[in-house]
Protein backbone atom coordinates (compact mmCIF):
# COMPACT_ATOMS: atom_id res chain seq x y z
CA UNK A 1 0.00 0.00 0.00
CA UNK A 2 1.49 3.10 -1.10
CA UNK A 3 1.42 6.07 1.65
CA UNK A 4 1.40 10.31 0.24
CA UNK A 5 2.87 12.13 2.65
CA UNK A 6 1.61 16.07 2.11
CA UNK A 7 2.82 18.17 4.75
CA UNK A 8 2.03 16.38 8.04
CA UNK A 9 -1.43 15.56 6.85
CA UNK A 10 -0.42 11.28 5.65
CA UNK A 11 -3.63 10.29 3.40
CA UNK A 12 -3.95 6.58 3.10
CA UNK A 13 -6.37 5.96 -0.43
CA UNK A 14 -8.60 3.29 -0.52
CA UNK A 15 -11.69 2.10 -2.34
CA UNK A 16 -13.68 -0.41 -0.48
CA UNK A 17 -13.08 0.22 3.46
CA UNK A 18 -14.19 2.60 4.98
CA UNK A 19 -18.23 3.01 5.34
CA UNK A 20 -20.85 3.16 8.28
CA UNK A 21 -25.29 3.36 8.69
CA UNK A 22 -26.40 6.76 10.34
CA UNK A 23 -25.26 6.19 14.19
CA UNK A 24 -25.35 8.67 17.07
CA UNK A 25 -23.03 8.70 19.51
CA UNK A 26 -23.61 8.07 23.23
CA UNK A 27 -23.39 10.79 25.05
CA UNK A 28 -21.58 10.43 29.03
CA UNK A 29 -23.12 13.12 31.46
CA UNK A 30 -20.71 15.44 33.08
CA UNK A 31 -20.94 15.12 36.85
CA UNK A 32 -20.67 18.88 38.38
CA UNK A 33 -19.96 17.36 41.25
CA UNK A 34 -16.73 15.51 39.76
CA UNK A 35 -14.98 18.88 38.50
CA UNK A 36 -15.35 19.90 42.43
CA UNK A 37 -13.76 17.30 43.81
CA UNK A 38 -10.75 17.71 40.84
CA UNK A 39 -12.15 14.33 39.33
CA UNK A 40 -11.78 14.69 35.09
CA UNK A 41 -14.85 15.34 33.15
CA UNK A 42 -16.32 12.27 31.66
CA UNK A 43 -16.19 12.52 28.28
CA UNK A 44 -19.02 13.42 26.07
CA UNK A 45 -17.59 10.77 23.15
CA UNK A 46 -18.51 7.00 22.69
CA UNK A 47 -15.74 5.56 23.14
CA UNK A 48 -15.72 1.98 21.12
CA UNK A 49 -15.00 -1.47 21.90
CA UNK A 50 -13.72 -3.70 18.79
CA UNK A 51 -16.48 -5.91 18.33
CA UNK A 52 -18.46 -2.15 17.82
CA UNK A 53 -15.68 -1.13 15.35
CA UNK A 54 -15.75 -4.29 13.56
CA UNK A 55 -19.33 -3.72 13.15
CA UNK A 56 -19.10 -0.26 12.04
CA UNK A 57 -16.44 -1.95 9.32
CA UNK A 58 -18.97 -4.28 8.04
CA UNK A 59 -20.50 -1.18 6.41
CA UNK A 60 -17.79 0.73 4.45
CA UNK A 61 -19.96 3.04 2.28
CA UNK A 62 -19.96 6.03 4.32
CA UNK A 63 -16.92 5.78 7.16
CA UNK A 64 -13.92 7.84 7.90
CA UNK A 65 -10.94 6.16 10.28
CA UNK A 66 -9.27 9.44 11.48
CA UNK A 67 -5.73 8.67 13.21
CA UNK A 68 -4.50 11.82 15.51
CA UNK A 69 -1.25 10.08 16.50
CA UNK A 70 2.00 10.91 15.82
CA UNK A 71 4.09 8.88 12.75
CA UNK A 72 6.12 7.31 15.40
CA UNK A 73 3.24 5.97 17.55
CA UNK A 74 1.71 4.87 13.77
CA UNK A 75 5.03 3.19 12.84
CA UNK A 76 5.67 1.58 16.23
CA UNK A 77 2.43 0.58 17.61
CA UNK A 78 0.65 -0.03 14.31
CA UNK A 79 -2.50 1.25 12.84
CA UNK A 80 -5.90 0.31 10.81
CA UNK A 81 -5.06 -0.58 6.90
CA UNK A 82 -6.75 2.27 5.72
CA UNK A 83 -7.25 6.33 7.72
CA UNK A 84 -6.62 9.63 7.27
CA UNK A 85 -3.64 10.82 9.40
CA UNK A 86 -3.78 14.06 10.65
CA UNK A 87 -2.25 14.68 14.59
CA UNK A 88 -4.50 15.80 17.12
CA UNK A 89 -2.29 19.19 17.77
CA UNK A 90 -3.03 19.80 13.47
CA UNK A 91 -6.59 19.21 13.73
CA UNK A 92 -7.98 22.11 14.26
CA UNK A 93 -6.14 23.73 11.10
CA UNK A 94 -6.95 20.77 9.36
CA UNK A 95 -10.69 20.76 9.59
CA UNK A 96 -11.22 21.75 6.25
CA UNK A 97 -9.63 18.38 4.48
CA UNK A 98 -12.01 15.86 6.14
CA UNK A 99 -15.18 15.07 4.50
CA UNK A 100 -18.66 15.71 6.16
CA UNK A 101 -20.50 13.00 4.05
CA UNK A 102 -19.37 10.36 6.65
CA UNK A 103 -19.85 9.24 10.01
CA UNK A 104 -16.37 9.36 11.73
CA UNK A 105 -14.16 7.03 14.19
CA UNK A 106 -11.31 8.41 15.43
CA UNK A 107 -8.18 6.58 16.76
CA UNK A 108 -5.51 7.29 19.58
CA UNK A 109 -3.82 4.76 21.42
CA UNK A 110 -6.10 4.39 24.27
CA UNK A 111 -8.89 7.07 23.31
CA UNK A 112 -7.84 9.85 25.40
CA UNK A 113 -6.63 12.25 22.40
CA UNK A 114 -9.12 10.83 20.19
CA UNK A 115 -12.55 11.25 22.56
CA UNK A 116 -11.02 15.09 22.41
CA UNK A 117 -11.00 14.52 18.57
CA UNK A 118 -14.50 13.91 18.01
CA UNK A 119 -15.78 16.46 20.36
CA UNK A 120 -13.92 18.99 18.25
CA UNK A 121 -15.69 17.42 15.07
CA UNK A 122 -19.13 16.97 16.50
CA UNK A 123 -18.82 20.89 17.67
CA UNK A 124 -17.86 21.69 14.22
CA UNK A 125 -20.62 19.50 12.82
CA UNK A 126 -19.34 16.31 12.16
CA UNK A 127 -21.21 12.84 12.60
CA UNK A 128 -18.89 11.33 14.74
CA UNK A 129 -19.70 7.29 15.54
CA UNK A 130 -17.22 7.19 18.03
CA UNK A 131 -13.66 7.09 19.45
CA UNK A 132 -11.16 3.78 19.64
CA UNK A 133 -7.69 3.26 21.58
CA UNK A 134 -5.61 1.31 18.81
CA UNK A 135 -3.93 -0.58 21.45
CA UNK A 136 -7.48 -0.76 23.30
CA UNK A 137 -8.33 -2.80 19.66
CA UNK A 138 -5.96 -5.05 19.99
CA UNK A 139 -5.51 -5.87 23.34
CA UNK A 140 -9.06 -7.36 22.35
CA UNK A 141 -7.72 -9.02 19.76
CA UNK A 142 -7.98 -7.14 17.12
CA UNK A 143 -5.23 -7.32 14.27
CA UNK A 144 -3.26 -3.67 13.58
CA UNK A 145 -1.12 -2.89 10.48
CA UNK A 146 2.50 -2.00 10.73
CA UNK A 147 3.67 0.27 8.17
CA UNK A 148 7.35 0.14 7.33
CA UNK A 149 8.92 3.56 6.34
CA UNK A 150 10.50 4.40 3.04
CA UNK A 151 14.14 4.47 2.93
CA UNK A 152 16.04 7.54 4.12
CA UNK A 153 16.46 9.55 0.85
CA UNK A 154 13.55 7.14 -0.77
CA UNK A 155 11.34 9.56 -2.96
CA UNK A 156 8.64 7.05 -2.50
CA UNK A 157 5.88 6.71 0.13
CA UNK A 158 6.58 3.42 2.61
CA UNK A 159 4.35 0.13 2.39
CA UNK A 160 3.00 -2.24 4.03
CA UNK A 161 5.17 -4.82 5.06
CA UNK A 162 4.86 -8.14 2.83
CA UNK A 163 3.78 -11.11 4.28
CA UNK A 164 6.29 -13.94 5.48
CA UNK A 165 7.08 -16.14 2.40
CA UNK A 166 6.04 -13.59 -0.36
CA UNK A 167 8.29 -13.19 -2.95
CA UNK A 168 8.53 -9.95 -2.50
CA UNK A 169 9.95 -10.10 1.18
CA UNK A 170 13.76 -9.21 1.43
CA UNK A 171 14.12 -8.11 -2.10
CA UNK A 172 14.58 -5.29 -4.18
CA UNK A 173 11.12 -3.71 -5.76
CA UNK A 174 13.19 -1.92 -8.41
CA UNK A 175 15.36 -3.14 -11.64
CA UNK A 176 19.15 -2.06 -11.36
CA UNK A 177 20.01 0.78 -13.50
CA UNK A 178 21.31 0.44 -16.63
CA UNK A 179 24.18 2.39 -17.95
CA UNK A 180 23.80 4.25 -21.43
CA UNK A 181 25.29 3.23 -24.46
Do not use: C, W
Amino acid sequence: MSLRIVSSLVIFVFTSFVGVGAQSPAVAPTSPGAQARGQAPAPNFKKLTRAELDALLQNPAGLLILDVRRPDELQTIGGFPVYLSIQSSQLANSIGFIPKDRAIVTVSNHAARAGRAAELLEKNGFKVAGGIGAQDYEAEGGTLVKIVPPPPGSRSGGTAAPPAGSSLAGSSATAPAQSAQ
